[in-house]
């Protein structure tokens, strides 16, 4: 399950993460209003922590632009005790819920918990392309009756591919949705997963298989 941390206090943005990864979660941090806003948009996470007083953009701006953007993502406020307008707020513009600071670790992971319940009662467990299916509880990628365990990467990059199964994905989108906007990372790491994936594919029997369009990206088709 993936979560997106966004508190300016880098000392608590990282004692958070360090919570929630200890806690089984997968995490990203990031510092400000802007990239708090470009990360959520990528529709990756399970769960926003989203604190209201952030530099460039705050919190109330980020929950009502993405709400306007139709992104359902849970979203949790992170408020100082005095900040009740915001509370209200940030609730009434589309927050689910909000955790005044300090809180207890126990409390944190609870709430965390409520969310994405929440949203998993309402969003479909698996993804399907033709006779491939993928599951997003577990990352199992199944053909029939045969099943193979994805990366969380691997994952992250079928889900794209699977979702968008009409379109060729440029190399540069799957970069900044998984790796985010100011990654470093190179296109030959994301030919590394595709690779991966493909003999993955081959493993389970699979009649899909992932086309290159040669200096684009990467598409999704069933075998002739």
């Not at 460039?56 to 980020?62: K, Y």
């Not at 707020?89 to 709430?111: M, V």
């Not at 409520?114 to 993804?127: A, F, I, N, P, S």
């Not at 591919?161 to 790491?189: A, C, M, Q």
């Amino acid at each position: 399950m993936n979560i997106l941390v966004v508190e300016d206090e880098v000392q608590l943005a990282d004692s958070l993460a360090e919570i929630l990864k200890r806690n089984k979660y997968n995490v990203d941090a990031v510092f400000d209003g802007e990239d708090g806003l470009d990360y959520a948009r990528t529709g990756i996470y399970d769960c926003i922590i989203l604190d209201i007083m952030l530099p460039v953009r705050d919190g109330i701006e980020i929950v009502r632009i993405l709400r306007s953007e139709h992104n359902s993502t849970p979203i949790m406020l992170l408020t100082a005790k005095s900040e009740v307008e915001d509370k209200i707020h940030g609730l009434d513009c589309g927050a689910d819920d909000y955790l005044s600071k300090p809180f207890s670790t126990g409390e944190l992971l609870a709430r965390i918990r409520t969310l994405t319940r929440r949203k998993g009662e309402v969003e479909v467990d698996y993804l399907h392309f033709e006779d491939l299916r993928l599951n997003r509880q577990s990352y199992c990628l199944t053909h029939g009756e045969n099943s193979i365990k994805l990366s969380l990467k691997e994952y992250q990059i079928m889900e794209i591919l699977i979702s968008n199964s009409e379109h060729i994905i440029p190399k540069e989108r799957f970069i900044e949705k998984i790796w985010g906007y100011e990654s470093d990372v190179e296109y030959n790491n994301i030919e590394v997963y595709i690779s991966f994936l493909r003999k993955k594919l081959t493993a389970i029997e699979s009649d899909i298989r992932i086309r290159t369009a040669r200096g684009i990206g990467y598409f999704l088709e069933k075998k002739p």
